[in-house]
């Protein structure tokens, strides 16, 4: 065969440098046109890009030409550029140097996407904490809460 086929969803998450609550309705839209931008550039065509004030989650697929920890850097090190640029209060931002990320059953697709795109109703009930500590549970991935968060 001469094809490589490839069809990966993952569920990337990582939140703002000690969780702070930087990522404001003033900035927020712009900032997940901007991520999902990164995405498309490459190659890694995006499903959902959602978050909360201090964290996102972006549900993409994983093109065939790039490694997972390279879009990672690329998306991180590009926003944070960027985001520092649309306002004084945010020439600090920083993201974690940390992240997640899962694998999707093609199946469950549309509830992932729901998943993302309800985050601000989700989290008036749960900590970006207990959700993030929720999802390494579900996929028993073994972590020490010392190096999780920073």
């Known amino acids: 065969m001469s094809q490589s086929l490839v069809k990966i969803y993952t569920h990337i998450v990582f939140s703002t440098k000690d969780r702070t609550r930087l990522i404001q309705p003033n900035i927020e839209e712009k900032l997940h046109?901007?991520?999902?931008?990164?995405c498309q550039e490459l190659e890694c065509h995006p499903v959902q890009?959602?978050?909360?004030?201090?964290?996102?989650?972006?549900?993409?697929?994983?093109s065939k030409k790039i490694a997972l920890i390279k879009l990672v850097?690329?998306?991180?090190?590009h926003s944070s550029k960027w985001i520092k640029t649309q306002d004084a209060e945010l020439r600090k931002?920083?993201?974690q140097s940390g992240y997640g990320a899962f694998s999707v059953n093609p199946t469950e697709i549309a509830r992932a996407q729901q998943y993302v795109e309800?985050?601000?109703?989700?989290?008036?009930?749960?900590?970006?904490?207990d959700e993030y500590r929720a999802f390494l549970n579900k996929y028993n991935?073994?972590?020490d809460e010392r190096y999780v968060w920073d």
């Open 73 to 77: 850097e690329e998306l991180k090190s």
């Open 118 to 129: 309800n985050q601000h109703e989700h989290h008036k009930t749960i900590s970006f904490q």
């Open 49 to 62: 890009v959602g978050g909360h004030t201090d964290h996102i989650h972006i549900l993409c697929t994983l």
């Open 93 to 95: 931002f920083y993201w």
């Open 33 to 38: 046109r901007y991520l999902a931008g990164i």
């Open 141 to 143: 991935v073994t972590f």
